[in-house]
């Protein structure tokens, strides 16, 4: 069975970048699909902020801008999160999920706090 | 950015009625041959589950008491008997251009 599982700080100061390792098992992620990073702000809203293809490429949410990053290491089955300049309002959970329009395998979420 | 608005907000429906929620885009997101819709459950502390793609397609293993429906830009999802099982919050998802959420709907079983 796929599995995902996010892993990383859960406090990072303002200012700073934010790092997050999604882990796949089950899948090689170089096999096919996109593998994405999705946010859900307290309050509940959520944000797909972006993904990796199988083939290396990405796509970002434009309102993300220069900030965001997603990379990974086909060695180790694993992509990466990195979110720079900080602020308080990117304090949420943090999933990985796989999919290309819809997302079937999710990870559990990882709440990263952004404060001083 | 396609923005979807869920309606309602919260709703508490009696256990074994129908639970009707509405998913609003603000621009199509159907072709002729496909609704670019997506359907989540989202229980504490748990991820989004999928359950129906494509606006009408039921996930494998979904209970077929969930339904999707719709084209264009309105969209419902149907819970018919509602279980108590079924409290939760729901969300509709879009894949037409960059991926957007509804706000969510949390649903109540009385």
């Known amino acids: 069975d796929v599995q995902l599982q996010e892993s990383g700080p859960g406090l990072v100061k303002p200012s700073q970048s934010l790092s997050l390792t999604c882990s796949v098992t089950g899948y090689s992620i170089t096999s096919g699909y996109y593998w994405n990073w999705i946010r859900q702000f307290p309050g509940n809203k959520l944000e797909w902020m972006g993904y990796?293809?199988?083939?290396?490429?990405?796509n970002y949410n434009p309102s993300l801008k220069n900030r965001i990053s997603i990379t990974r290491d086909t060695s180790k089955n694993q992509f990466f999160l990195k979110l720079n300049s900080v602020t308080t309002e990117d304090t949420a959970t943090y999933y990985c999920?796989?999919?290309?329009?819809?997302?079937?395998?999710w990870g559990q979420g990882t709440l990263v706090t952004v404060s001083a | 950015d396609i923005v979807l608005t869920q309606s309602p907000a919260s709703l508490a429906v009696s256990l074994g009625q129908r639970a009707t929620i509405s998913c609003r885009a603000s621009?199509?997101?159907?072709?002729?041959?496909?609704?670019?819709m997506h359907w989540y459950q989202q229980k504490p502390g748990q991820p989004p589950k999928l359950l129906i793609k494509y606006a009408s397609n039921l996930e494998s293993g979904v209970p077929a008491r969930f339904s999707g429906s719709g084209s264009g830009t309105d969209f419902t999802l149907n819970i018919h008997p509602v279980e108590e099982e079924d409290t939760a919050t729901y969300y509709c998802?879009?894949?037409?251009?960059?991926?957007?959420f509804g706000g969510g709907t949390k649903l109540e079983i009385k």
């Open positions: 999920a796989r999919g290309d329009g819809y997302y079937h395998y």
């Open positions: 998802q879009h894949s037409w251009e960059i991926r957007t």
């Open positions: 621009q199509s997101v159907s072709t002729s041959s496909y609704s670019y």
């Open positions: 990796i293809s199988y083939d290396g490429s990405n």
